[in-house]
């Protein structure tokens, strides 16, 4: 498995179709003052219905990261439905999950969208993308990435 990890800076990561881009884009757009939405923020169901499929909404909690949502397509992809679970703890994904958790542990700590590229073994040549973005916490809420 090897991964790419690239941060997303302005304008330049979100023109496209992709949609990893029009993520980035919808998130972009729901910034205040600067800042990353919260999860109050957002209505992706509504907004953005044709991405949730492929979305998930992880929890940063004292305990470690915690599956929130997890979209009908990404239980499709994983042949598992993760919400509710603790992040790593996956055996079908051993090999990433080192990587996984460190990708969420920069997103969380550094509140900047990470954009990773992984190809999961050597016969592998599809390459899957994953864009990791913040959501900015509230008073008494639990930190998230989307």
Known sequence: MT???RTLHGRSAAQGNEPWRL??????????????????????ITEVPRLVANMMIIDAREDGFV??????????????????????LSRKYAGIQAQ??????SV????????????????DKAKHLVLLLPL???????DKIL
Do not use: C
């Open 100 to 105: 996984w958790v460190q990708a969420l542990n």
């Open 23 to 44: 993520l980035h884009r919808y998130w972009l757009s729901k910034h205040v003052a600067g800042l990353p939405p919260t999860r109050d923020d957002i209505d992706p």
């Open 136 to 142: 900015r916490a509230v008073p008494d809420a639990v």
């Open 3 to 5: 991964a790419v990890n």
């Open 67 to 88: 599956y929130r949502f997890v979209g009908t397509e990404v239980v499709a992809h994983t042949g598992q439905d993760m919400t509710g679970q603790h992040v790593g």
């Open 108 to 123: 969380w700590r550094t509140q900047q969208p990470r954009l990773l590229m992984y190809h999961f073994d050597m016969a």
